[in-house]
């Protein structure tokens, strides 16, 4: 298995502009999470999604932040209109229904809002 | 104005002795944890996990010990190598939910 996928790797943006984040989960997880990574706040959960369906977007800081996740094996989250406190790396990642411990991480998209 | 980022605890130890990092959970309710690995540019991977019915669990040269009185939590490498180098980071877990709420890491640098 290729593991969780994200892309773009790297995200260069100015402020103001629209960013779109995208997830391919592990096939056959149930569960996707996405995080924010940043020196101020650590790793933080913004939302997550079981079977498709958002659980808890409690994490999610602005109305700016929404997530999709049309079917099981895409999900995006997008930053509309993106600001510089927006830089960071944000992961994605998958988990079988039950199994917290089968949590896999994608290697990140880092984004740098100037 | 200044920004202040998380003060990361960092620890350096020398290739093959061995090191503990440390970690204090916040929730009483968690009964569930587990120890991530995150090295540069990539992202955390999971190295352990114990159960709050255990208070020991080892695993290939990484012990977990699980303290519920004070709620602290301990990762032991024995004979630590290069490719240990990385942050660590403890998480948390209430089996209701699917959630993890992680700590906020240590820096763990093998000195050759």
Known sequence: ?114 | GESVGLHLPTLSVQEGDNSIINCAYSNSASDYFIWYKQESGKGPQFIIDIRSNMDKRQGQRVTVLLNKTVKHLSLQIAATQPGDSAVYFCAENQRKDEKLTFGTGTRLTIIP
């Open chain 1, 1 to 114: 298995d290729a593991g969780v996928i994200q892309s773009p790797r790297h995200e260069v943006t100015e402020m103001g502009q629209e960013v779109t984040l995208r997830c391919k989960p592990i096939s056959g997880h149930d569960y996707l999470f996405w995080y924010r990574q940043t020196m101020m706040r650590g790793l933080e959960l913004l939302i997550y999604f079981n079977n498709n369906v958002p659980i808890d977007d409690s994490g999610m800081p602005e109305d700016r932040f929404s997530a999709k996740m049309p079917n099981a094996s895409f999900s995006t989250l997008k930053i509309q209109p993106s600001e510089p406190r927006d830089s960071a790396v944000y992961f994605c990642a998958s988990s079988l229904a039950g199994m917290v411990e089968t949590q896999y991480f994608g290697p990140g998209t880092r984004l740098l809002v100037l």
